[in-house]
Nanobody, 129 residues
């Protein structure tokens, strides 16, 4: 059973940067595609970035393109989300999630939360203006 633990959230000012980490245990991490989602109060949980199981493919939500970078180190069983030029509207709980895959390609529905079987507990990111 894969377990995910996020860290790195906090309170920052607009324009600052943060790097979130998602540490995995309990499974062969290179066998899972991983995504970062966020959920702001009163809003749906949305996908912000996804990385394929060996890191060959990355995808980003339109609102974070050019600001966020997702990477992974399978030797450390960790996925990272580098967030730059943070804005108040990025305030949310950020979740790491994963689903198993044999191939390297991302499926067409990679952005749907229902695709992901394993979730972390989330880490709060608050951006003040």
């Amino acid at each position: 059973q894969l377990q995910l633990v996020e860290s790195g959230g906090g309170l920052v000012q607009a324009g600052d940067s943060l790097r979130l980490s998602c540490a995995a245990s309990g499974g062969t991490f290179s066998g899972f595609h991983v995504g970062w989602f966020r959920q702001a109060p009163g809003k749906e949980r949305e996908c912000v970035a996804v990385i394929s199981r060996r890191g060959f493919i990355t995808k980003y939500g339109d609102s974070v393109k050019g600001r966020f970078t997702i990477t992974r180190d399978n030797n450390k069983n960790t996925v990272y989300l580098q967030m730059n030029s943070l804005q108040p509207e990025y305030t949310a709980v950020y979740y790491c999630a994963a689903f198993r895959s044999i191939g390297d390609a991302l499926p067409p529905d990679y952005y749907r939360r229902e695709k992901y079987n394993y979730w972390g507990q989330g880490t709060q990111v608050t951006v003040s203006s």
